[in-house]
């Protein structure tokens, strides 16, 4: 089915509206032609032929899973508010806590990321999660304070996959 519309500058535009069977294959396809240009010009290239309900929404959720978007996404880095840091002096004292994913499911089943960064070493420690609900989380960072020790500081970023006061504190 065709649809016509009037663009912006006036002249009339013919898009496709693909059925839903059909719009993961236009997704993939487009993507392997035309990806990796950053997701607002994906997004433009792909309205200019094609339309169908949640389409914007699709195409987020396919950039964010392929992981050649993912290490080509250019992230600007949050400012940190201004204050005094605390400098950690033992190892594992001060520990920065975050989720990574969702990645593509690898053989075994998993999807996620579970990272813990010692702020006086700067080492990292990954753990594999097959899903983020709160008992996986906090058994992932049993297991990582086992390795470690508990640590007496912990920033985080959690808050944004999990709720449960049981990963939280």
Same mark, same amino acid.
């Given at each position: 089915?065709?649809?016509?519309?009037?663009?912006? $500058?006036?002249?009339?535009?013919?898009?496709? /509206?693909?059925?839903?069977?059909?719009? =993961?294959? /236009?997704?993939?396809?487009? @993507?392997?032609?035309?990806? @990796?240009?950053?997701?607002?010009?994906?997004?433009?290239? %792909?309205?200019q032929k094609f339309t169908w309900p949640g389409m914007? $929404?699709? %195409?987020?959720? &396919?950039?964010?899973?392929?992981?050649?978007? =993912?290490?080509?996404?250019?992230?600007?880095?949050?400012?940190?508010?201004?204050?005094?840091?605390p400098i950690a002096t033992e190892l594992f004292e001060s520990v920065? /806590?975050? &989720?990574?994913?969702?990645? $593509?499911?690898?053989?075994?089943?998993?999807?996620?990321? &579970?990272?813990?960064?010692?702020?006086?070493?700067?080492?990292?420690?990954?753990?594999?999660?097959?899903?983020?609900?709160?008992?996986?989380?906090?058994?992932?960072?049993?297991?990582?304070?086992?390795?470690?020790? /508990?640590?007496?500081?912990?920033?985080?970023? &959690?808050?944004?996959?999990? $709720?449960?006061?049981?990963?939280?504190?």
């Open positions: 089915m065709k649809k016509n519309f009037l663009t912006n $500058s006036g002249i009339e535009s013919c898009v496709l /509206v693909v059925p839903k069977e059909c719009r =993961q294959s /236009v997704l993939v396809l487009a @993507h392997n032609n035309f990806g @990796h240009m950053g997701d607002k010009k994906f997004k433009y290239v %792909i309205a914007m $929404s699709d %195409i987020m959720k &396919l950039c964010r899973s392929r992981v050649t978007c =993912q290490k080509q996404s250019k992230v600007k880095p949050r400012r940190a508010p201004m204050g005094i840091t920065v /806590v975050d &989720l990574v994913g969702p990645f $593509s499911r690898s053989k075994s089943g998993y999807k996620y990321l &579970l990272t813990m960064i010692c702020l006086a070493s700067r080492y990292p420690e990954t753990l594999l999660l097959k899903s983020i609900t709160a008992d996986e989380v906090a058994e992932g960072l049993v297991e990582l304070f086992c390795r470690h020790g /508990v640590p007496r500081q912990r920033e985080n970023n &959690l808050r944004v996959h999990c $709720s449960n006061s049981c990963v939280l504190n």
